[in-house]
């Protein structure tokens, strides 16, 4: 993954990136992935302690946000969503493949305003 993501940003890796998985390796995969000022968002409630030295978390000057997900919201959300109440396509205006991902960041940069929310797909 740390390869792939290297060759489609040219080595500055992510902005923003988030561990929804929430368990040591993956968080740990987040710091890697993460650009030189980028912030890792973790999702998860895993109480094994991860091997980041600060040293990782300094040089590159991440910052490290935890979410707790609106615990108590996230079931009727997508409760709502299955039930067709809420669409999420509606909000979705631009669909990129991982391997476009320049495309889309030049989209957001240079065109804002035709922009509502961009996904990124695997």
Do not use: C, W, Y
Not at 20 to 33: C, D, K, N, P, R
Not at 54 to 76: C, D, I, M, W, Y
């Amino acid at each position: 993954m740390e390869e792939e993501v290297t060759r489609a940003t040219d080595g500055e890796m992510m902005n923003v990136v988030i561990d929804a998985v929430g368990i040591t390796s993956t968080f740990e995969q987040a710091v890697q992935l993460a650009s030189v000022a980028g912030t890792v968002v973790t999702l998860g409630f895993n109480e094994q302690p991860s091997h980041i030295p600060s040293f990782q978390l300094t040089k590159k000057e991440l910052n490290v946000v935890g979410s707790r997900l609106q615990t108590h919201q996230f079931p009727a959300v997508i409760e709502k969503v299955n039930a067709g109440q809420l669409k999420p396509e509606a909000i979705i205006s631009h669909r990129f493949h991982f391997k476009d991902v320049k495309k889309a960041f030049s989209l957001l940069e240079n065109e804002p305003e035709n922009v509502r929310k961009v996904v990124i797909e695997f």
